[in-house]
């Protein structure tokens, strides 16, 4: 199954083909209220609603764009900060609403890398030094940086530990990009019909590999009650854990 993220089916709004659909994870108030409006959607083996469609009514899947093709000047600087961290212009793709047509004004640049994990991490020290000179500021209005608050400590204090989420603003053209890392062997997204639900319950450990907490979806190995269990995680979030932490998480083991 896939999970939906624009409707054509729902009234968009004027200057738009499709609506987008609130995010499930930090609106989640609001993707309910529009799951019981519409009454779309369904409870899923894993617990949380969501509106997902059989992998198998897929019709098509949208061009994306290479970074260093694509018309938009307003990202030159975030071009040349991937070519400081050794990263091809190549290997990064415009995806998201720019991609679909359906942008607008307030529009994210989503961009998609496909990196080994020392490639993320070239990239995350580059990213971390631009915050730090400037280059790159966060939004004035995002719904994950302010996730950030709930850690209790300033958002400014984490990115100098590299505890960032790649979503920010370009201070010198004023375009707010996100960043996306998929692995070089990362499939369609999709989730399975009949996943095997063993139970829901909430696991306590050290983590013993974050190498791969920043990749959608991401993955960290904790070890809780004496066995290793891989989280898996579909937000940005992820990427503030590091190895060595102590953490707990809420979930489905399946």
């Not at 729902?10 to 993707?31: C, I, M, N, Q």
């Not at 000047?73 to 400081?84: D, F, K």
């Not at 939004?139 to 590299?162: D, H, I, K, N, Q």
């Amino acid at each position: 199954w896939a999970k939906v993220k624009y409707d054509g089916q729902a009234d968009p709004p004027p200057d738009r083909k499709v609506a987008r659909l609130p995010h499930s994870f930090t609106e989640f108030e609001l993707y309910r209220q529009w799951l019981i409006t519409t009454g779309f959607g369904a409870e899923t083996p894993w617990g949380s609603p969501a509106l997902l469609v059989d992998a198998s009514r897929i019709e098509g899947v949208v061009s994306t764009v290479r970074l260093h093709q694509a018309d938009l000047a307003r990202l030159r600087p975030l071009v040349g900060l991937l070519r400081e961290a050794g990263i091809a212009p190549t290997e990064a793709r415009v995806t998201g609403s720019i991609a679909a047509g359906v942008n607008h004004s307030e529009s994210d640049i989503d961009v998609v890398l496909s990196l080994d994990t020392a490639s993320v991490a070239r990239a995350r020290r580059t990213l971390m030094s631009a915050f730090a000179k400037g280059v790159l500021v966060p939004p004035s209005v995002s719904s994950t940086w302010r996730a950030l608050e709930r850690t209790g400590r300033p958002a400014s204090e984490l990115a100098r530990e590299g505890r960032f989420v790649e979503t920010f603003v370009v201070a010198t053209t004023g375009a707010r990009c996100s960043l996306i890392y998929v692995a070089p062997d990362h499939h369609m997204p999709c989730f399975s019909q009949r996943p095997r639900t063993i139970r829901r319950g909430v696991w306590e450990g050290l983590v013993v590999d974050a190498t791969q907490a920043n990749y959608k979806p991401g993955r960290v190995v904790v070890t809780a009650g004496g066995r290793d269990v891989t989280l898996l995680c579909w937000h940005k979030l992820a990427g503030l854990v590091r190895t060595g932490d102590h953490v707990r998480a809420c979930g489905t083991l399946c």
